[in-house]
């Protein structure tokens, strides 16, 4: 992949605050000084590309989410149920897990997230 392709994919959406843009070994991985995830609201220092319908499904629209957002929406749903029902931010958000998800983490400082532990009832 070119360089410039690189940088171009890591561009943050439109409406993401203006910030320094900096390279980070992950090519799906951003390090912004201080943006917002688009899940949880929090201000964070890194967020990571999640594309709403799975890229096995030929996904290719893209969020913003910090790391234990994205995490934590990949041990709930499996890519399938991601790909029929929940190919928007305001879908993932409506259901009762992610709700639960953002009432905990918007209380957590940035540095000190708990891993999320994979469903049993994965969807």
Partial sequence: MEKDALIAELVPPPDAPESRLRMHQS???QKIEMSICELCHREVAETTKHHLTPREFDGEVVVY???PC???VHAVFKNKTLAGTLHSIDALRQ??????????IRKQPDRKIKRSVRSKRRR
């Fill in 70 to 72: 994205h995490r934590h």
């Fill in 95 to 104: 259901t009762k897990e992610i709700k639960k998800w953002v009432r905990f």
């Fill in 27 to 29: 090519h799906r991985t």
């Fill in 65 to 67: 989410l910090c790391g």
